[in-house]
């Protein structure tokens, strides 16, 4: 039986996966003393599966058009949870402010939109 895929169930899995991997790798960075950063192998992973499952289920242009949402709000709940859980950060307080915001979120829209058009070069 083949599953009946959409676009929201598409999306709702790429949120599901950057969350859980935000709210535990803070959990975990700090528990175990890794820098937070090296949690953007698993994102990119999540990137690519998510560009392939929404390039099989709707138009050639949506899959890095969702990533893009998907990099912008990994950045902002990324940046969230590593305030608000203490995640262990390379940076010091004053570098998130003047520099990480900005580049980080526009490093993550561009990496997300490169793996969604990965995954749908996969998925085709």
């Given at each position: 039986m083949k599953p009946n895929l959409n676009l929201q169930c598409c999306l709702d899995i790429g949120i599901f996966l950057i969350t859980l991997i935000n709210a535990a790798g803070a959990i975990a960075s700090r528990r175990y003393h890794f820098s937070f950063q090296y949690l953007i192998l698993l994102s990119i992973i999540v990137y690519t599966l998510t560009g392939f499952l929404i390039a099989r289920v709707s138009?050639?242009?949506?899959?890095?058009?969702?990533?893009?949402?998907?990099?912008?709000?990994?950045?902002?709940?990324?940046?969230?949870?590593?305030?608000?859980?203490?995640?262990?950060?390379?940076?010091?307080?004053?570098?998130?402010?003047?520099?990480?915001?900005?580049?980080?979120?526009?490093?993550?829209?561009?990496?997300?939109?490169?793996?969604?058009?990965?995954?749908?070069?996969?998925?085709?």
């Open positions: 138009s050639l242009l949506m899959a890095p058009f969702c990533n893009a949402i998907f990099g912008c709000f990994d950045a902002l709940l990324g940046l969230h949870f590593s305030k608000v859980l203490v995640a262990n950060s390379a940076y010091s307080e004053d570098e998130h402010k003047q520099f990480y915001v900005q580049v980080g979120m526009l490093m993550k829209v561009v990496l997300s939109m490169i793996c969604g058009f990965v995954g749908q070069l996969i998925a085709n």
